[in-house]
């Protein structure tokens, strides 16, 4: 009974508003009802706007590369500027949005970061996929010291980054970064890329002959008939050092600062 009561007062009352409403709308000039419509429409393209803005200003950093490199002591240092000795081969990616550690101390707001590690363990690989789609960057970690021995696989791993649907549709800027650089036997970054280069051309070669029967990778790298140089790839891709061990990270810092701007 109440129920009912209750619906009937609503029904009249919105019948009121309609009716006054539509008094207010013969009462008002046509120019000034034209001019609300413009304002309200304006304000509702501006809201569509900022929210495309806004998806593209990502504050995500992923950290990559084949385990044993420093990802995770990297992570450590940038959150809390300590390696945490004694970091073993991770099993879920690491993640965290903060304000660097080295930005703690300055003053103002300062946007966090959210950094992400993934495991270089090969069957946590596919994380990666659920991660790139949302990296404003990539940083791809190369341990220095160990590189030889590693340098094809590493190779195809950079390879699988740089051709993924994301990185190259979104031109996502790419780091790669040796790690371990306080040890002297550390290869210098000059070195690494080089030979980085020289596996990805290789490999560029033995890909292409595979795709035309079984097409996995639909993108491809570089110029065809040159020699494969990072600096072909549409997208940025730059190379730096650092030493998680000894929190040397400047380079790594700069290049997460600029993409994620304070
Ligand atoms: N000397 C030296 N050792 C380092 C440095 N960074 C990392 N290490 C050592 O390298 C090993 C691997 O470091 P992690 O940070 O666990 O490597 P990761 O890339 O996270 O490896 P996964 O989690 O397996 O993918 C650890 O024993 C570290 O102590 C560095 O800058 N210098
Ligand atoms: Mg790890």
Redesign the pocket.
């Known amino acids: 009974m109440d129920m009912e009561n209750l619906e009937t007062r609503v029904k009249i009352q919105i019948q009121k508003w309609i009716v006054e409403a539509q008094e207010l709308i013969q009462r008002t000039p046509p120019s000034q009802l034209y001019a609300a419509v413009a304002v309200v429409g304006f304000t509702i393209l501006l809201l569509i706007l900022i929210k495309l803005f806004k998806r593209t200003s990502s504050n995500t950093i992923v950290l990559t590369?084949?385990?044993?490199?420093?990802?995770?002591?990297?992570f450590y240092q940038l959150r809390d500027g300590s390696?945490h000795?004694?970091?073993?081969?991770?099993m879920e990616p690491n993640e965290g949005t903060f304000v660097l550690h080295t930005e703690t101390t300055k003053k103002g707001k300062i946007k966090p970061v959210h950094i992400v590690?993934v495991?270089?363990?090969s069957r946590l690989r596919a994380k990666l996929d659920e991660f790139l789609p949302q990296a404003a960057g990539v940083v791809f970690?190369v341990d220095a010291?160990e590189f030889l021995p590693n340098c094809r696989a590493a190779s195809e791993y950079l390879y699988e980054v740089l051709t993924s649907a994301s990185v190259v549709k979104k031109n996502t800027p790419v780091l790669i970064l040796c790690?371990?650089?306080?040890?002297v036997t550390a290869h210098t970054k000059e070195f690494i890329r080089k030979q980085l280069e020289k596996e990805i051309d290789k490999l560029r070669a033995s890909r292409t002959v595979v795709s035309e029967a079984d097409v996995t990778n639909e993108f491809t790298l570089g110029t065809p008939g040159e020699a494969f140089a990072f600096s072909q790839c549409h997208n940025k891709v730059s190379i730096g050092e650092?030493?998680?061990?000894?929190g040397e990270i400047t380079q790594l810092e700069e290049f997460i600062r600029n993409l994620v701007k304070a």
């Open positions: 590369g084949l385990s044993g490199g420093g990802k995770t002591i990297l390696s000795l004694g970091t073993v081969t991770s590690d495991p270089g363990h970690v010291v790690n371990k650089v306080d040890k650092a030493s998680g061990l000894t």
